[in-house]
């Protein structure tokens, strides 16, 4: 959906782009955004989101990123009026870019449509299709068009020459000495596990995480190195570091700036459906991910990564949830509890011997 008054065919020269969460979605936007910049160097964008996402938005060149504090000055309908007043402030905007289309992002871009900035593109997030994917009865299960491609699609609408040439950050990357203290230089494999996602439907039982784990840590060209959050993410995590050898966890130890240079130096990244697979997308590292209740066809697959590397069994209820949100009407979880720990590790040991000479 666009809202177009111009008169004249040039593009927009400064643009807002909206994208406020989450963090996994960001990371979705960079093959767009750095196309646009990479094209079309004239244009000043400014990117709205909240503060997690600066350092990833920070690695295009050119992009202004201003922070939207949700939990404090910008919270609340009073809280998108003051957010809205902030970006005025920061430049004369000739257009803007829903890449989220929520209710704080439609009343803040129809503020802006109100004082006069009448160019905008709003992201089809192809519901309809979504819901016919996750539907129990007459399921179509069909490869939906993926979300990095549909925000390039809505910055086209906008007039942008946008392609897929993005490839990563970081071509060479030498490790902060904050990184090298803990792990030391790479003489083994270093294989990246993040176990742990947003929501329940999307996380591979713990238990048989820790089996993986137990394996790939007895060898000893293996280095295991745990990404995670806080609490009790950090807690179990630093509970498998402490049980087993070669394994270290880095949960809350480094900006995501220093994690993206450490990811980018692993061989293999072991995850969900997660914000830490387009972590591996951005720098090129290849990912093995486990899929549950939801499915590469909704288009949320890593940027750029080979198909065959998603790990997934199939059911006939599968999938049953674009974000992994909702209960398992079966009550057993079986697309995660029926996918065996020593497949995993044989997936892991297959990819990186292609790879690496270890």
């Given at each position: 959906?666009?809202?177009?008054?111009?008169?004249?065919?040039?593009?927009?020269?400064?643009?807002?782009?909206?994208?406020?969460?989450?963090i996994?979605?960001?990371?979705m936007?960079?093959?767009?955004?750095?196309?646009?910049?990479?094209?079309?160097?004239?244009?000043?964008?400014?990117?709205?989101?909240?503060g997690?996402?600066?350092?990833?938005?920070?690695?295009i060149?050119g992009?202004?990123f201003?922070?939207?504090?949700?939990?404090?000055?910008?919270?609340?309908?009073?809280?998108?009026?003051k957010?809205?007043?902030?970006?005025?402030?920061?430049?004369?905007?000739?257009?803007?870019?829903?890449?989220?289309?929520?209710?704080?992002?439609?009343?803040?871009r129809?503020?802006?449509?109100?004082?006069?900035?009448?160019?905008i593109?709003?992201?089809?997030?192809?519901?309809?299709?979504?819901?016919?994917?996750?539907?129990?009865?007459?399921?179509?299960?069909?490869?939906?068009k993926?979300?990095?491609?549909?925000?390039?699609?809505?910055?086209?609408?906008?007039?942008?020459?946008?392609?897929?040439?993005?490839?990563?950050?970081?071509?060479?990357?030498r490790?902060?000495?904050?990184?090298?203290?803990?792990?030391g230089?790479?003489?083994k494999?270093?294989?990246?596990?993040?176990?742990?996602?947003?929501?329940?439907?999307?996380?591979?039982?713990?238990e048989?995480?820790?089996?993986?784990?137990?394996?790939l840590?007895?060898?000893?060209?293996n280095?295991?190195?745990?990404?995670?959050?806080?609490?009790?993410e950090q807690?179990?995590?630093?509970?498998?570091?402490?049980?087993?050898p070669?394994t270290?966890?880095v949960?809350?130890?480094?900006s995501?700036?220093?994690?993206?240079?450490?990811?980018?130096?692993?061989d293999?990244?072991l995850?969900?459906?997660?914000?830490?697979?387009?972590?591996?997308?951005?720098?090129?590292?290849?990912?093995i991910?486990?899929?549950?209740a939801?499915h590469?066809?909704?288009?949320?697959?890593?940027w750029?990564?080979?198909p065959?590397?998603?790990?997934?069994?199939?059911?006939?209820?599968?999938?049953?949830?674009?974000?992994g949100?909702?209960?398992?009407?079966?009550?057993?979880?079986?697309?995660?509890?029926?996918?065996e720990?020593?497949?995993?590790?044989?997936?892991?040991?297959?990819?990186?011997d292609?790879?690496?000479?270890?």
């Amino acid at each position: 959906m666009v809202q177009n008054n111009r008169k004249d065919k040039t593009y927009p020269k400064k643009l807002l782009v909206i994208r406020l969460s989450a963090i996994g979605d960001v990371a979705m936007t960079v093959p767009a955004i750095w196309s646009l910049v990479t094209n079309h160097p004239d244009v000043q964008v400014t990117f709205v989101s909240q503060g997690f996402a600066r350092d990833i938005i920070n690695q295009i060149p050119g992009v202004l990123f201003v922070e939207a504090n949700t939990k404090g000055r910008h919270k609340g309908l009073l809280g998108i009026w003051k957010l809205f007043k902030d970006l005025k402030r920061v430049d004369k905007y000739e257009a803007i870019a829903d890449l989220h289309n929520v209710i704080r992002s439609k009343i803040l871009r129809n503020l802006f449509f109100l004082s006069g900035v009448t160019t905008i593109s709003v992201i089809d997030k192809g519901r309809k299709e979504k819901r016919k994917l996750v539907r129990l009865k007459n399921k179509q299960l069909v490869q939906l068009k993926d979300t990095p491609t549909r925000y390039m699609d809505s910055l086209r609408q906008l007039g942008y020459i946008i392609d897929d040439s993005f490839d990563y950050f970081f071509r060479e990357v030498r490790l902060p000495d904050e990184i090298t203290t803990l792990l030391g230089y790479k003489d083994k494999r270093w294989i990246g596990i993040a176990p742990f996602a947003k929501h329940k439907g999307k996380i591979y039982p713990l238990e048989k995480m820790e089996r993986v784990i137990e394996i790939l840590s007895q060898s000893k060209i293996n280095k295991i190195i745990l990404f995670g959050g806080g609490g009790e993410e950090q807690k179990k995590l630093s509970e498998w570091e402490s049980r087993f050898p070669n394994t270290v966890s880095v949960a809350r130890k480094y900006s995501i700036t220093n994690e993206l240079k450490l990811i980018s130096n692993l061989d293999v990244m072991l995850c969900m459906d997660s914000a830490n697979m387009h972590f591996a997308s951005l720098v090129n590292t290849p990912v093995i991910s486990i899929w549950g209740a939801t499915h590469p066809y909704a288009g949320f697959y890593g940027w750029k990564q080979n198909p065959k590397n998603a790990i997934q069994i199939d059911l006939t209820c599968r999938p049953c949830s674009i974000y992994g949100n909702k209960s398992c009407f079966r009550k057993d979880n079986a697309c995660l509890n029926r996918i065996e720990p020593e497949l995993i590790v044989d997936k892991i040991n297959t990819l990186i011997d292609k790879y690496n000479k270890f």
